[in-house]
């Protein structure tokens, strides 16, 4: 039983296209984030949903939008794709976001963007 | 700024040869000094959590230590399948406890 999984795993677009990255979970969690591990293989926190409330918001361009249909999922959307896009993105999610909320992450989406 | 730095970024043992991976930060107010593991093309995997200085944790042939300033991951007797990048995270004292990662240390060992 997969805990955290994304889809697709592999995405080569375009730049300029819209693209969407989903994430679900089945460990019961209550919240759910976003990380972008990019060519220099920094983690650095992207969003995070607490039953279904938007919590934090790292200076990302609103270009990438999360939308949480449930607490099991936290789905990713990038408008108007660019160069700089690129990137491993990971989905994690935690029982709680504060104090002692260990995170458990997805495998990853490559993102490839042309 | 909230800073967490590891060091070496890369480390190579012979199978059985000891040693510690750094990880120094600079954050307010700490919440939690995390380290998690990762395989090439895989998410990172939890390993440790600790909350204040002088808690050790171990996990088989692994020992996560914390002091003020920073936190050790000693491995003892190293095997093959010890071989994956280490990544330490600090847990911030902000409303939200944002979690700070490091570039990670690589290790390989060697049969």
């Known amino acids: 039983d997969t805990a955290v999984s994304q889809t697709p795993k592999y995405l080569v677009t375009q730049m300029g296209n819209d693209k969407s990255i989903k994430c679900e979970q089945n460990?019961?969690?209550?919240?759910m984030y976003w990380y972008k591990q990019d060519s220099k293989k920094f983690l650095k926190i992207m969003f995070s949903?607490?039953?279904?409330?938007?919590?934090i918001n790292e200076t990302v361009p609103n270009r990438f939008s999360p939308k949480s249909p449930d607490k099991a999922h936290l789905n990713l959307h990038i408008n108007s794709l660019e160069l700089g896009d690129s990137a491993v993105y990971f989905c994690?999610?935690?029982?709680?976001?504060?104090?002692?909320?260990?995170?458990?992450f997805g495998p990853g989406t490559r993102l490839t963007v042309l | 700024e909230d800073q967490v730095t590891q060091s070496p970024e890369a480390l190579r043992l012979q199978e059985g040869e000891s040693s510690s991976l750094n990880c120094s930060y600079t954050?307010?107010?700490?919440?939690?000094l995390f380290w998690y593991r990762q395989d090439p093309g895989k998410g990172p995997e939890f390993l440790f959590t600790?909350?204040?200085a002088g808690e050790e944790k171990e996990k088989e042939r692994l020992k996560a230590t914390l002091t003020k300033k920073e936190s050790f991951l000693h491995i003892t007797a190293p095997k093959p399948e010890d071989s994956a990048t280490y990544l330490c995270?600090?847990?911030?004292?902000?409303?939200?406890?944002?979690?700070?990662f490091g570039k990670g240390t690589k290790l390989s060992v060697k049969p």
């Open positions: 600790l909350y204040s």
């Open positions: 954050v307010s107010g700490l919440r939690g």
């Open positions: 460990l019961g969690h209550d919240t």
């Open positions: 995270a600090a847990r911030n004292g902000g409303s939200q406890g944002n979690l700070i």
């Open positions: 949903y607490n039953n279904k409330e938007l919590i």
């Open positions: 994690a999610s935690s029982q709680d976001l504060i104090p002692r909320g260990t995170q458990y």
